[in-house]
């Protein structure tokens, strides 16, 4: 198991940036798969980005590509997700989510067995 804690958060108008991170501890903090999800007031929790152990593979949900980039430093252990472009429909809580089992989960929520808190990104138009 690992906890992980987000940061970075915060509000920012259309067209700025943001970056998250999120603190990986525990036995088995360093590589391990990873991603971030949002959710929104009233919506579903959704897959934002997701990157395997080595950091060689990442995926991205079509609404943030181009404009979101993960990225890891394993040797801290820290997960990063640079915002830029943002937009109103941004706006979410971020959540850092990990498999410590698995070299690459992917967008399947259910597939994560450990959540961070949660961080607020508010994009205001």
């Known amino acids: 198991q690992v906890r992980l804690v987000e940061s970075g958060g915060g509000s920012v108008q259309a067209g700025g940036s943001l970056r998250l991170s999120c603190e990986i501890s525990g036995r088995l903090a360093s590589g391990i798969a990873m991603g971030w999800f949002r959710q929104a007031p009233g919506k579903e929790r959704e897959f934002v980005a997701a990157i395997s152990k080595s950091g060689r593979t990442t995926e991205y949900n079509d609404s943030v590509k181009g404009r979101f980039t993960l990225s890891r430093d394993n040797a801290k252990p820290l997960l990063y997700l640079q915002m830029s472009s943002l937009k109103p429909e941004d706006t979410a809580v971020y959540y850092c989510?990990?498999?410590?089992?698995?070299?690459?989960?992917?967008?399947?929520?259910?597939?994560?067995?450990?959540w961070g808190q949660g961080t607020q990104v508010t994009v205001s138009s």
């Open positions: 989510a990990a498999n410590p089992t698995a070299y690459y989960v992917g967008p399947i929520r259910r597939d994560y067995t450990d």
